[in-house]
């Protein structure tokens, strides 16, 4: 088969049965006709305002207080959607409650798969948000988690949420430098942390670097710590005692005793009260600290898992993540469907690269979701689940973090089951959401992405910025969405968010991903159009390896890069300048690669490291990552860089020797 051939079609049931089919008829009752998807999201993007408010009527979301105006204001950035309303999303997601089927399952490397109930997270989430509350958090505050992916961490999350407080989360994988750089923007009050964790059958303790945030966080007054398996409804062991201003580090077990008999209670907050602050890393500077407000993550992923997944309440969703990516937050997202998450803590292949798959089976996963460098181990390993497993409740396969390869999407139908619906997807954590993915009534074509989601106008620009069909062009949203960032912090007067988004098309949000549209809306990613490094769906700022590499006494000077494209497996080269009379051995490439492990994260390990004589430098002193990636990946060197706009022009002459397969 080739790119573009029919590779699978939804049969009169599943389309009969679809979320979206439901949804169109619902608006035929109300006059709004669409029997297509391509009809639906032109109607979608025709009436953004129209059609976000909708979404509130068929989905009966609660809000305490109802809007004044669905969209007050069109332009990007500045659009301001839904003024006047109050709501809280943690009270939506408990609104979903269903004691009758888990809603987590939950699985660690060295752990049976365990239920838990909407009750016993509800009552979590009750306790401790009363402890949060003795603690002195208030709406707006901030509370971040240092934790893997547990039950305890979406407690965390809800219980901020419930009170109106911000909520941000790292796992503890990632190393102190990496975690400072994004909790010190904030300055919380409160950490919620582990003491530890296991990854690929390896026992790693963070006491001492819990330690270390706690004296490098000022801000933070309270600590709660939980051991590496916390005990189901430990808190029942504990004598209830009032946290006090003295108990600067409690256990979690003793800040879920603290909590009298009060009932969880929702603060009612403006639609754009921040919710939670993820992190997106630019290519300069620290990571960007973006806030999505809570009316707007609530509208866009009920919309994005009921109608882009088909998720039902009779749903398992599963997708492998870590706190540390917005997939995470994605998964919390997928309890407004009613549908049970599907938690996994530990490495993906552990102890064999068929784990998910035991995993998928075990827990009767019906959503599975995956990264296409994931499904590329896969091939690689030469495993055949579908032999060993079975996957046949498996009915939609999700995949992102990077472009799905055409040998990645014959795999998953060869190796799964040949009924799934494979929805390759893309988007970003800036929006928390794909804007491009499946519609579970349309055909899939191999290597292609079925279309632009609902209310997200996407379209491919040129360099003149004209909307092009079969050419490769930047990717753009043409309208605003509500859950597009409300700010950056300490951003005050919006100059990094403008920047970051609306440089090159005022007033349209430019994404960095290459992307092309065919004549039947069908899309393929090629890869980041700008310097963002994002390894397996974690995304750094190139400055953030560089200020671990260039504290070397023996590097000058370095130049990082991810040759992450469309078909191809990804490979990172880092480029470095020795200083007079030092040789890149295997010592200093071993020294090297342990601290970007220990202070960045393994997946930013580099899979080479080159020395060369000196970093290319446009004439206004930036590292010229994006022209040397275009370089490597076979673009003439014209064509990718101005020489003319170069301080060394010189330098270039070495990256066309070195095509990708010779780095």
Known sequence: ???????????????????????????????????????????????????????????????SQKWETVLADRQMPGANWFVGARLNYAENIFAKRDNSKPMLLYKGEDTPITPYSWAEIAEQTRRLAQSLRQMGVQPGDRVVGYLPNIPEAIVSLLAAASLGAIWSSCPPEFGENSVLDRFTQIE??????TTGYRYNGKHH??????????????????????????????????????????????SWETALAAADDTPL???????????????????TGLPKPIVHGHGGILLEQIKSTVFHNDLKPSDRFYWYSSTGWMMWNYVVGSLLSGATAVLYNGAPSYPDMSAQFALAEAAGVTYFGTSAAFVSACIKAGIHPNQQYDLSRIRGVGSTGSPLSIEGFQWIYDNLNRHLALESLSGGTDLCTAFVGGARIQPIYLGEIQGASLGAKVQAFNEAGEAVINEVGELVICNPMPSMPIFFWNDPDMGR????????FPGIWRHGDWIQFNERGGCVIYGRSDATINRHGVRMGTSEIYRVVESFDDILDSLIVDL???????????FVVLREGVTLDDTLKQRLNQRLRRDISPRHVPDAIIPIAQVPYTLSGKKMELP????????????????????????????????????
Do not use: C
């Open 1 to 63: 088969m080739q790119e573009g051939d029919l590779l699978w079609t939804p049969t009169p049931e599943i389309i009969e049965q679809a979320n979206l089919t439901s949804y169109m008829r619902w608006l035929a009752g109300r006059n709004i006709h669409a029997t297509t998807y391509p009809d639906l999201w032109q109607w979608s993007v025709d009436n953004p305002a129209g059609f976000w408010e909708s979404l509130w009527d068929y989905f009966g979301l609660i809000y």
């Open 188 to 193: 919380p009050k409160v950490l919620i942390a």
């Open 205 to 250: 303790d963070r006491h001492d670097l819990v330690n270390h945030l706690q004296a490098k966080l000022p801000t933070v007054q309270h600590t709660i710590l939980l051991e590496d398996s916390p005990a189901p409804s430990a808190f029942v062991r504990v004598r209830p005692r009032p946290i006090e201003e003295k108990d600067t580090t409690v």
């Open 265 to 283: 209670t929702f603060a009612q907050l403006p639609f754009d009260h921040p919710l939670w602050v993820l992190y997106s890393s630019g290519t």
């Open 497 to 504: 968010y403008k920047e970051s988004y609306f440089e090159m």
């Open 564 to 574: 992450e494209f469309h078909g191809r497996e990804s490979f990172m080269p880092l």
């Open 628 to 663: 040397i990636r275009k370089i490597l990946l076979g673009m003439d060197a014209n064509r990718a860089a101005n020489l003319g706009a170069m301080r060394n022009p010189e330098s270039i002459a070495f990256f066309p020797k070195r095509g990708r397969r010779q780095a």
